[in-house]
């Protein structure tokens, strides 16, 4: 394609985006204003919004020793469970892991149905431990003593009667009917929880982090920073944004329109904008305005509204495979080997990756607003460490490095320091050392 032609097309796809609404920035403002009217809303009933969650634990200083967690991860598409075991030495060994898929994503379950369902996925760890963790994905308000209430599903899980019911307490109901007898503490958190933990415990060499941060960015997204100061009241603790909630933020015309024709509209509208769960919804819905707006040629337009659906990985096929980082075989990925023409390819891949983008930044403010609200990072030989896990987030094209260099330019503007780390199996140890913490003070 000439040089005059990339131009053309970049502008038309920019136009185009802007002409609905859709900008690429960050929005740390619009999220730290959204977390600061959390408390105003939880006294008066309103709806919507970010939840910044107390989780009431203590923060631990070193990995556990001598200990055995029964470990269910709930969240997305999979349902995983298995046994964590720790050592003398605080060295752990993940044992008798399973994952199948998660109840509610079919079709709406009772509340009845839904706990059954767990009951009968881990049965197989009956009574191997007496302490269980569970990380529950979705929003949940924790109680004093560490169970979960969620309020809201997202990612598609279809159980209304679940909302407002403990799901610890409800859990090991279901569980000692069936015969379990060694059930001594259930701990319910968050993912964003369990890896913020698992960067405590993961910490073997010491290193002076001021503090910790856990994000999330797969199936759906979600941040978690510990309130150092004592700001929320129970001592110093973890605390949850359900950043996907926050209701602050400017949605693009796509986005509207792809939220009415989803299960749960008017929820979560800013994980509806990038998660997993919806980036490649989001895509779909802009490449079919795109091609009734004429962007595309006359067939290759037929052929991008014929699709059905599309999906965040194969956004991501097509944006690997037109930069030349991924061979998605004979018949390339499903739109690159559907399209024609060499300039929709192209502007395809300016609209697509436009969304990724947009993904990046707001990744970003998530993160911007948590070390924020955390208060430290402030020297650069003390940063805070951001443990981020989540397939989205690192299997997307360039979405990772792009969110890293959003954040650090934020960062170096509000002279904040940071590390992000992945550890492996972050969630499954963060879980295991959660279900062994203390209570923190009321």
Known sequence: MKFFDSLFVNRCAERFLKKHGFYRKMITDEILLDMDKAAERKLTGEKGGQDMFSTWMKIPEKTPVNENVIVIDAGGTNFRSCLVSFDNDGKSEITCFRKTSMPATDREYSKEEF??????????LRDKACKIGFCFSYALEITKNLDGIPNAFSKEIKAKEVLGVPVGKTLVEVLEKRGWKKIEKIVLLNDTVSALLAGVAANKDNVPYSSYVGFILGTGMNGAFIDEYNKMGGGRQIIVCESGKCKEIALSDFDISLDKKLDVPGQYPLEKCCSGAYLGKVCLEILETAAREGLFSGEDASLILSLKSFSTVQAGDFLNEYAGIKDCGENGSVLGGM?????????????IDSVVDRCAYYAASILASCLLKCGKGTEECKPVCIVCNGTTLYKTYRLKERMEKYLKEFAENHGLFFKTVCIEDDITLGTAVGALVEKSCE
């Open 115 to 124: 706990f059954n369902a767990i009951a009968d996925r881990i049965e197989y």
């Open 339 to 351: 399209l024609k023409s060499k300039r929709d390819r192209k502007l395809a891949f300016i609209l």
